[in-house]
C-alpha cells in the first residue's frame, strides 16, 4: 500500500518516483517494471487504450507506466519525428531522457538485479534510441544491466549495444516504418524481425497498412514477447506481495 504525505494529498498529485521503493520488488531479477511509449497521432483517450490493452497481457499485475507523447496534430508530429530522425533531441526526447535517466537510477537502489521492459511504437522508437544516446556512460551502463526494449514497428529500431536486450518487430505490410528497418538488418547489434499481416484488410489504414498498435498483429506480437520474456527472464508477480 502506497502512503502518501500531506502536501501531495492536498494537491491532489504524487511523484511516482519517490513511491517505486513501495510498489517494485526488493528482490529477484524478474522484470518488475514495464514503461511504455506511443508515436504520432496518439490521443490521451488512444494511449490509455494501449497502455490497457498491454496491462491485460500482463496477469501478473507488474507496475506499468506509460510515457505519453502527446499529438500536435499530423504535420507537426511528422516534423518532429523528421527532426529526431536526423539527430535533434526534440522536447519530448528531452523529457524522456530524464525519465529513463531517473529510473535507471532508481532501480539498483531498489533491487540490484531487479529488470526493466519498455514497449515503443514508431515514434516512441526514434524517441528512445535518441534518449538511450543522450545518456552518460554510468547511465548507459545501468540500461545495459537492467533494461529490455521491444520497438512495435519503431521509427528507428533499438541496437542492444544501448540495453540488456533489444527486439524491433515490423509488420511485413506496415508501410509506415519497415523501410527504416532495412539498413539494420544485417547488423548483428539488432535484432530485425519481419512477421506476417494477421490484422483483416478491412481494418488496415489505407496508406499506413498493418501500422496500428492495437491491430491484430501488432497485438499478437506483444503477447508473444511477453510469453519470450517470461521463459527468459520472468515477471514479477504482485499478486503475490
Known sequence: MLHYPPEELKAGKINIFDHLSEILPKEGAAIGIFTMQNGIMTSSKEFHRMCTETASKLPEQPFLMGIYNPSKGFIIDVGRTLLEKVGFDTAIVRQTRQIISAISEILPNINPEMLWAHICHSEGGIIGKRAFKGLDHDERSRLR????????????????????DAVNVYSEKDHVTKGFASSYVNDPNYDIRFVPCITPPNERGFFSGDHAFSGDTYQSEIMMQMNEMRKNYGVYDAKTR
Not at 145 to 164: C, D
Open 145 to 164: 544491466k537492467h533494461l529490455i526494449t521491444i520497438g512495435i514497428a519503431p521509427a528507428a529500431p533499438i541496437s542492444r549495444k544501448y540495453t540488456l
